[in-house]
């Protein structure tokens, strides 16, 4: 082998390892939302010893510097040299669970057992035509899924809807102007209805109907100008002057 090779070699033997590992990350993400590391740091002025920080999230302080110790090499939080205290960083901030640009409820349902379990089934339904991973795995479609389990539903709506938020505001600040002249906007499978409240905030003159399967909308906050409507879209959509349909490409379960 020439040098170039042997390198390339040795390389392999190092990257191999990110994907032995390669659940990590999502795994002590997680598990930093679940013990609300980020929001405990925030309500204590957004600075914390080891020794404070263990005992607001009642942990072990050796587990917890474990835990930190991997956070901080992967971006989150970081140590002030100064004080020897954890404090944010941006994305950090990003799993406070009430900022604006909170991305936790997304987190949660992308790593809960349900949405994992079909990424074990990718080879066996690569090798067999239709269906998807999902129903391999749980026996219907994603939505069939949530209509029958409560808990998962509100899981996808949550992260729908923290995303949705973070997206509709975006779309009104830099294309605010495709929404003048409408006086009724349904959002097709529009959730928990996040995306048109956010659309009906901005532009007060439309009457928002937010349509989708009913057991999501039975669920959904009601008023703040928006109407639920709940129905399948491939027999029959509410009419309105315009439709709005927003997907994420990035959702698992589709
Ligand atoms: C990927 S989510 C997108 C939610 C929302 N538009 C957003 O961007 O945050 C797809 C939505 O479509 C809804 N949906 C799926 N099948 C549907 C159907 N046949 N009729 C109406 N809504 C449906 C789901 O319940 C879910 O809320």
Same mark, same amino acid.
């Given at each position: ?25 999502? #795994? /002590? ?5 679940? &013990? ?7 309500? !204590?002025? =957004?600075?914390?010893? %080891?020794?404070?920080?263990?005992? #607001? /999230? ?5 587990? &917890? ?7 901080? !090499?992967? =971006?989150?939080?970081? %140590? ?27 987190? %949660? ?146």
């Amino acid at each position: 082998m020439d040098v170039k090779s042997i390198k390339e070699a040795e390389k392999a033997q190092v990257d191999i390892w990110q994907y032995v590992f390669g659940f990590t990350p999502m #795994a /002590v993400v997680k598990c930093a939302i679940e &013990l609300q590391i980020a929001d405990v740091l925030e309500s !204590h002025g =957004g600075a914390m010893s %080891l020794v404070d920080l263990s005992s #607001a /999230v009642a942990c072990s302080p050796s587990a &917890l510097h474990r835990i930190m110790r991997y956070l901080i !090499h992967r =971006g989150f939080f970081k %140590l002030q040299e100064s004080t020897n205290q954890y404090a944010h960083t941006p994305l950090s901030r990003l799993l406070l669970k009430n900022e604006a640009n909170s991305i936790t409820s997304f987190v %949660l349902l992308e790593s809960s057992p349900v949405m994992l379990a079909p990424w074990h089934k990718l080879s066996s339904r690569a090798s067999v035509d239709g269906g998807s991973a999902f129903e391999a795995a749980h026996g219907g479609d994603v939505w069939e899924y949530a209509a029958q389990n409560p808990a998962h539903s509100k899981l996808i709506n949550d992260a729908m809807a923290c995303h949705a938020g973070i997206a509709v505001s975006e779309i009104v600040q830099r294309y605010g102007e495709v929404f003048e002249g409408i006086g009724s906007l349904v959002d097709v499978g529009g959730g928990d209805g996040t995306a048109l409240r956010r659309i009906v905030e901005a532009c007060p003159w439309i009457r928002g109907i937010n349509f989708d399967l009913p057991h999501v909308v039975s669920a959904a906050p009601p008023g703040q100008g928006v109407e639920h409507v709940g129905g399948d879209m491939f027999k029959q959509v509410p009419m309105a002057d315009a439709a709005f349909i927003m997907v994420h490409i990035s959702f698992s379960g589709c």
